[in-house]
C-alpha cells in the first residue's frame, strides 16, 4: 500500500496495474502490508500528493464491501474480501518482540 489513513484505517494503492486490483478483490482475506511512514491523519492529507499523470487508478480500502441489495439482507465481501489485515511495519526487517 502506497498510504494509510489514520482516521478511518483506509490503505490507498496504486492500483494501475491490474493484477494489483485483483489481489485486493479475489482473496477471501487481504493482507495489506504498510510502512507506518506512509501513515497519514486523513484524506485531506492524501489528496494533495496523488498524481494522476503516474497513478491514474487510485484505491481506498477501508475495509470488506457491504451491501443489502439482495433481499434487503446485509452481506459482507459480496464484492471482494471478507476480511482485511493491515500489517504495518517500520521497514527495517528487525523482529519486533511483543
Do not use: C, N
Request: proline share 10%; charged share 20%.
Amino acid at each position: 500500500m502506497e498510504w494509510g489513513l489514520a482516521d478511518t484505517g483506509t490503505v490507498v494503492q496504486d492500483a494501475t496495474d491490474p493484477a494489483l486490483r485483483l489481489v485486493s478483490t479475489l482473496p477471501e482475506i487481504h493482507v495489506a502490508l504498510l510502512p507506518a511512514s506512509r501513515i497519514l491523519p486523513g484524506l485531506a492529507d492524501v489528496v494533495p500528493k496523488l498524481d494522476p499523470g503516474r497513478a491514474p487508478y487510485i484505491s481506498f480500502i477501508t475495509g470488506p464491501s457491504r451491501t443489502a441489495d439482495i433481499e434487503r439482507v446485509l452481506t459482507i465481501g459480496a464484492h471482494g474480501p471478507v476480511r482485511l489485515v493491515v500489517v504495518v511495519h517500520d521497514g527495517t526487517g528487525a523482529e519486533v518482540t511483543p
